[in-house]
């Protein structure tokens, strides 16, 4: 709500004040415009060439390749591209897939997409989160016909091409479309392809694996959309991809669906089988209705019937079973119709990601998967900044030695500092819960634990934002709390920004118990890992590399996200401006502005055909999160 605009009405008066000399009225202002991300194709180096552009604040200007050099640059780049195959431990103990197609008669394979062995010279580092953390590829780049064009992106309309990207810049993109083969989205059903993909590959999933192998477990991807909502050229591209990379290339361990809200309370699809089929065909593109599931919020006023009594703080002035209160709802249900999947993604339909999605989901999910869990919950409230932090097992010391170990059997104190999650969390007066699953207890003392609970143990939720404490904060949602007793403190709570996240079946099958059963529920950033915390489930965040559109310095930026002075300094509350810069946050500025300019669009004054064929080409940038992206609708030209 804040948001909005933010990041161009700094932008504004950025421009107004060095016309003007006035103050910035934000210290990151203050900071070295990165221009590295801008730098094309034509930049291209090998890895071991490469160095980045930030200086960490250290000198300016931050070397930059000169005008001379620009001008003295190939027209085609300098490397070709290759195919970005990140199935190489799909198999990992498990059976074989069998190779999945997009049509019934199997002339078209599912599709592979390109990268560059390199990088543009002088391209930017993140600033938190890490590639080489999360196992991520970070010597490769991605620019937009190796990564759209196997979806339809730069192809006419004899092809199922879309018409974006037909009049863009496009050196060296013949040699991404020879690779291609035969592609044709005209009359794609992807509904039938993912089943035929998950019959083909039964074998895999079975729990009566032969052989000593392991059964896959399969996962949903849910992607939240409504009636009336707009599916352009590039989220057609995006769904693609994502259906592509996740469901059939990896042989059906994921199926990706639409969870569609009815936004009209009274129109009765319940009762018309016809009428739901007419709603869905109205609101929703052709090659999608197969995997798309309608529900409203009067489906979850019966679902999840009142009362639900004792709210600290409507802050929204909004129903409780709107979807803007309770988004979690529909996924809550959506996950008791759906049996067959162990995880659930949620995921939003104004993200974006360079890289490949199989890649990025599979990668987090094994990260997640190794930690410990001792000193969870307090590294996972901290941005992971490796030119502050160094490497992953120095934080985890950083943190550790700000956390209180405490032996809470012999009270033995071992340093100073707040007390660590350690099991479930419900020794607080507001109790009035379900109990924790039995399995969940520690198996010994916070003190005595060599990092070893925890380990090789799925996680219940991944997030992608820091799990962060809102009674810590001035987070405007912090007490939109319903169910629990207003004569008694709230519940102890985390929340994370952005609902994008992956929750287990356990965790949903817990917040649906205490949903019907307790009447409890909290704001959707808040419930999934609040119940988490209570219940002792395993939570993380993971460090996803994030760009910033300025050289900040790495300890200022570790003062302001990780150690603000006051509540109202807190990044999750009024302190929110210094993300508007970020790739990722829920009002950030550049996350669009950046992606846009890797289309190939106009942004303000910079961007677009004649400045790409101009200067050193198309952008190529590594695999990254972007979000939100309110719009894609720039001009090429």
């Known amino acids: 709500m804040l948001g909005g605009g933010g990041y161009h009405q700094v932008k504004k008066h950025m421009a107004g004040s060095e016309r003007q000399r006035e103050p910035w009225p934000f210290f990151w202002q203050h900071y070295n415009r990165l221009d590295g991300y801008y730098n094309g194709m034509r930049t291209l180096v090998p890895y071991s060439e490469y160095q980045p552009e930030n200086q960490w604040n250290q000198s300016y200007p931050p070397p930059r390749l000169s005008a001379e050099e620009m001008t003295a640059l190939p027209k085609e780049p300098p490397m070709d591209p290759v195919k970005y195959d990140p199935y190489e431990d799909l198999l990992d103990g498990r059976s074989a897939i069998k190779q999945c197609y997009l049509d019934e008669a199997e002339t078209m394979p599912a599709p592979d997409i390109y990268a560059y062995p390199g990088l543009p010279q002088n391209m930017s580092l993140p600033f938190y989160g890490s590639y080489s953390e999360l196992g991520l590829q970070e010597d490769v780049c991605f620019e937009r016909f190796g990564r759209l064009a196997p979806y339809g992106y730069g192809l006419d309309e004899r092809r199922g091409g879309l018409g974006a990207g037909n009049q863009s810049e496009n050196a060296g993109a013949d040699k991404v479309f020879a690779m291609l083969g035969n592609l044709n989205y005209s009359s794609m059903d992807w509904g039938g392809a993912q089943r035929r993909c998950r019959e083909k590959n039964e074998h895999r999933f079975s729990e009566q694996h032969k052989g000593g192998k392991r059964p896959v477990q399969r996962q949903a991807y849910v992607l939240r959309t409504w009636t009336g909502y707009n599916y352009g050229e590039h989220e057609i591209l995006s769904m693609r991809a994502m259906i592509n990379e996740l469901a059939l290339k990896s042989g059906g361990e994921y199926d990706v669906h639409l969870l569609l809200h009815v936004k009209n309370n009274s129109l009765p699809i319940w009762a018309s089988d016809d009428l739901y089929r007419e709603t869905l065909e109205a609101n929703v593109p052709r090659e999608f209705w197969n995997i798309t599931t309608l529900w409203s919020e009067k489906q979850m006023e019966m679902y999840y019937p009142d009362p639900f009594p004792d709210n600290f703080a409507n802050m929204a002035g909004s129903n409780l079973h709107g979807v803007y209160r309770s988004a979690h709802f529909a996924l809550q249900w959506f996950s008791q119709q759906h049996l067959e999947y162990d995880y659930f993604w949620n995921w939003e339909m104004d993200i974006r990601y360079t890289g490949h999605y199989y890649d990025l989901n599979n990668r987090v999910g094994k990260w997640a998967r190794a930690q410990p869990r001792k000193g969870l919950w307090e590294r996972s409230r901290r941005f992971y900044i490796p030119a502050r932090h160094g490497n992953y097992a120095n934080f985890?010391?950083?943190?550790?030695?700000?956390?209180?170990?405490?032996?809470?059997?012999?009270?033995?104190?071992?340093?100073?500092?707040?007390?660590?999650?350690?099991?479930?969390?419900?020794?607080?007066?507001?109790?009035?819960?379900?109990?924790?699953?039995?399995?969940?207890?520690?198996?010994?003392?916070?003190?005595?634990?060599?990092?070893?609970?925890?380990?090789?143990?799925?996680?219940?939720?991944?997030?992608?934002?820091?799990?962060?404490?809102?009674?810590?904060?001035?987070?405007?949602?912090?007490?939109?709390?319903?169910?629990?007793?207003?004569?008694?403190?709230?519940?102890?709570?985390?929340?994370?920004?952005?609902?994008?996240?992956?929750?287990?079946?356990?965790?949903?099958?817990?917040?649906?118990?205490e949903t019907w059963q307790m009447r409890h529920t909290m704001f959707p950033e808040m419930w999934p890992p609040s119940v988490a915390l209570h219940h002792g489930l395993k939570a993380v965040y993971a460090p996803h590399p994030v760009y910033f559109d300025r050289d900040w310095d790495p300890a200022y930026m570790d003062q302001v996200l990780n150690y603000p002075e006051t509540v109202w300094a807190s990044p999750f509350g009024w302190g929110e401006n210094n993300l508007l810069g970020s790739s990722f946050y829920y009002n950030s500025g550049f996350s669009g502005a950046l992606w846009r300019r890797w289309l190939g669009q106009r942004e303000g004054a910079e961007g677009g055909k004649s400045w790409e064929e101009s200067g050193s080409g198309r952008l190529c940038l590594r695999a990254g999160l972007f979000h939100p992206v309110k719009h894609e609708v720039g001009p090429e030209d």
Request: glycine fraction near 4%; aromatic fraction near 10%; charged fraction near 15%.
């Open 396 to 513: 985890t010391n950083t943190v550790a030695a700000e956390t209180l170990a405490a032996d809470y059997a012999a009270n033995d104190i071992q340093q100073s500092g707040p007390l660590p999650v350690w099991g479930p969390v419900q020794d607080f007066p507001n109790r009035g819960m379900l109990s924790p699953p039995a399995n969940i207890i520690p198996p010994t003392t916070y003190a005595a634990d060599t990092y070893t609970w925890g380990v090789d143990e799925p996680a219940d939720l991944i997030t992608f934002n820091p799990l962060f404490d809102p009674s810590h904060t001035n987070w405007v949602f912090s007490w939109d709390i319903t169910g629990y007793d207003r004569s008694l403190p709230p519940p102890p709570r985390r929340a994370a920004i952005i609902t994008c996240a992956r929750l287990s079946r356990r965790l949903l099958d817990t917040m649906h118990a």
